[in-house]
T-cell receptor, first 114, second 112 residues
């Protein structure tokens, strides 16, 4: 299937450290997106990187995409306790479809200790 | 600005009872709409999506159905709930094409 898979499943770090999460997928994509989910809440879109882009920044977030390896990474720099959440990658279908169907991984649970 | 409302936030229902979860979007027109289910500690499973009024596509066979009676209203229903229908249900909308999806706050459904 197209579903992305995040690695690691869980990550525990101290405030101020950097957090790196990885995502692998199986087939060609138009873009890859990262989402964040606080416990018991809906997902919040963080960043979208297109298949022709290699790196993208948004505040303390840095996303890379390697289409040859079918992988992406999300780096959160100088983490804060408020960054504690689950992080999901989502890939689309490279079929020219306008349906916007996304395939989500199981997520990485990030815990940042104060 | 666009907003998405999903209710109720929590719901406890007996096995065999009916279900109706509602999702509405404001501030946009003709959105793509999605219903997902999330099991504890798992990713999201797409249940239904809709590209327009009355147009519903189902991803997996199940005990649930969806309807889109108005452009910005998406309803998830069941005639008879099963224990396996328990979970966290999320509604989302997106513009056409490969746009980011915007999620509601979800409904925690517990079946007793």
């Amino acid at each position: 299937s197209q579903q992305g898979e995040e690695d690691p499943q869980a990550l525990s770090i101290q405030e101020g450290e950097n957090a790196t999460m990885n995502c692998s997928y199986k087939t060609s994509i138009n873009n890859l997106q990262w989402y964040r989910q606080n416990s018991g809440r809906g997902l919040v879109h963080l960043i979208l990187i297109r298949s022709n882009e290699r790196e993208k920044h948004s505040g303390r977030l840095r996303v890379t995409l390697d289409t040859s390896k079918k992988s992406s990474s999300l780096l959160i720099t100088a983490s804060r306790a408020a960054d504690t959440a689950s992080y999901f990658c989502a890939t689309d279908e490279h079929r020219g479809s306008t349906l916007g169907r996304l395939y989500f991984g199981r997520g990485t649970q990030l815990t940042v200790w104060p | 600005s666009q907003t998405i409302h999903q209710w109720p936030a929590t719901l406890v229902q007996p096995v065999g009872s009916p279900l109706s979860l509602e999702c509405t979007v404001e501030g946009t027109s003709n959105p793509n709409l999605y219903w997902y289910r999330q099991a504890a500690g798992r990713g999201l499973q797409l249940l239904f999506y809709s590209v327009g009024i009355g147009q519903i596509s189902s991803e997996v066979p199940q005990n649930l159905s969806a309807s889109r009676p108005q452009d910005r209203q998406f309803i998830l229903s069941s005639k008879k709930l099963l224990l396996s229908d328990s979970g966290f249900y999320l509604c989302a909308w997106a513009g056409t094409g490969n746009q980011p999806q915007h999620f509601g706050d979800g409904t925690r459904l517990s079946i007793l």
